[in-house]
């Protein structure tokens, strides 16, 4: 069973979050402000919690929906027909039609300087055919040492695992 965690006055940290619902794993979806006072009540994402608005949010960006069937739907936006149900949102679709999206290249099309960054990362892969889920955390290692992946080489391990599409969700640092 995948769940989300529904609205909350402080939004709790993703460890503390795994033990108070008795959790197998957990990650971030969505990010949130934490630099303005009161912020950290709300992801600024869109997300659903068993068929409830949890955050209405700016805009999906890319999602990872799961139906209440359990069905996972990875895209930019759910499609209409769609009952939202558990969906959490995070920053890119990086692996696309079973390769790195061009855009995580330096001069790809809508290349960013921060998708070439050796961040933690957490990322979320799908292989619809096959019915595989991919979740790979990379950590940043050594304390103030700026380690982990640039999100071109997660693309790849994805690739190599099986995933058809891949976002990065939350990254690792938070």
């Known amino acids: 069973e995948f ?17 108070k619902n008795k959790l197998q794993i957990a990650i971030n979806g969505g990010g949130w402000d934490v630099s303005k006072p009161g912020s950290n009540t709300d992801t ?5 919690s068993k068929g409830k608005l949890v955050s209405e949010g700016k805009d999906f960006w890319v999602s990872v929906t799961i139906t209440q069937d359990n069905e996972i739907i990875m895209a930019k936006k759910p ?5 939202l149900y558990n969906v959490v949102t995070g920053f890119n679709l990086f692996v696309v039609n079973g390769e790195v999206n061009p855009r995580m ?7 960013k300087e921060g998708y070439d960054t050796l961040d933690p990362r ?11 889920l991919n979740i790979i955390l990379v950590d940043s290692g050594v304390v103030g040492q700026r380690l982990g992946l640039r999100l071109r080489d997660l693309g ?8 058809t599409t891949a976002i990065n969700m939350d990254g690792g640092g938070s």
């Open 105 to 111: 290249y330096p001069g790809g099309p809508g290349y």
């Open 3 to 19: 769940f989300v965690t529904p609205r909350q006055n402080y939004l709790e940290g993703t460890s503390a979050s795994l033990a």
């Open 156 to 163: 790849t391990i994805h690739v190599r695992e099986g995933s």
């Open 44 to 48: 600024d994402l869109v997300t659903y």
């Open 79 to 83: 499609k209409e027909d769609i009952e």
């Open 122 to 132: 957490t990322s979320i892969g799908y292989n619809e055919e096959k019915n595989i």
